[in-house]
């Protein structure tokens, strides 16, 4: 079946430690997405990528980073640079940028000891 | 900026209510409405969505909305709730551009037995 994969589902790391969030999609779709959600706070967009090689920053980038390199994959790292990384990190995508119908991964939840 | 409002945060219904789970969004030119409901822990999956066309839509799991331009609505509804639809419910909107989905903050629905 198709779907996205979300790797690791708990990430536990010491402050100043940059970490990398994995995001694998075996739908064919051109367009991915990172979210991160916070308790009553909803989902805010980090980054999204409308085809490979190419992202565009979201509404909270600040402290993190993500690549585009393959059409199937869309990694994402926070770095020692995001001041409050603790958070449930939901990766999506669809099929292309303007379809708007989201199909989500189960997400990673990172906890900064 | 597009914005999604969902006025409450928890609802409590007993087993066998019916329910309606309030969203508003912003004006604008052609709106893309979705809900998704969440379960602890897990990614989001999508229950129905409006394009255009018929304002009432049909979803999954029973569900059903309804458009109301006059009143920037797309309010959630189920005739009767099951103790298996205690979840996050998440209204959001889409714009058709790249930059995905704006989600309102979300409604957490207690089932009383």
């Known amino acids: 079946d198709g779907g996205i994969t979300q790797s690791p589902k708990y990430l536990f790391r010491k402050e100043g430690q940059n970490v990398t969030l994995s995001c694998e999609q075996n739908l064919n779709h051109d367009a991915m997405y990172w979210y991160r959600q916070d308790p009553g706070q909803g989902l805010r967009l980090i980054y999204y990528?409308?085809?490979?090689?190419?992202?565009q920053k979201g509404d909270i980038a600040e402290g993190y980073s993500v690549s585009r390199e393959k059409k199937e994959s869309f990694p994402l790292t926070v770095t020692s640079a995001q001041k409050n990384p603790t958070a449930f990190y939901l990766c999506?995508?669809?099929?292309?940028?303007?379809?708007?119908?989201?199909?989500f991964g189960a997400g990673s939840r990172l906890t900064v000891l | 900026a597009q914005s999604v409002t969902q006025p409450d945060i928890h609802i409590t219904v007993s087993e066998g209510a019916s329910l309606e789970l309030r969203c508003n969004y912003s004006y604008g030119a052609t709106p893309y409405l979705f809900w998704y409901v969440q379960s602890p822990g897990q990614g989001l999956q999508l229950l129905l969505k409006?394009?255009?066309?018929?304002?009432l839509v049909q979803g999954i799991k029973g569900f059903e909305a309804e458009f109301k331009r006059s009143q920037s609505s797309f309010n959630l509804r189920k005739p009767s709730v099951h103790w298996s639809d205690a979840a996050e419910y998440f209204c959001a909107r889409g714009g058709g551009g790249a930059d995905g989905l704006t989600f309102g903050k979300g409604t957490h629905l207690i089932i009383q037995p």
């Open positions: 990528s409308q085809i490979v090689n190419d992202f």
């Open positions: 999506a995508s669809s099929r292309d940028a303007g379809a708007n119908v989201l199909t």
């Open positions: 409006y394009f255009s066309g018929d304002t």
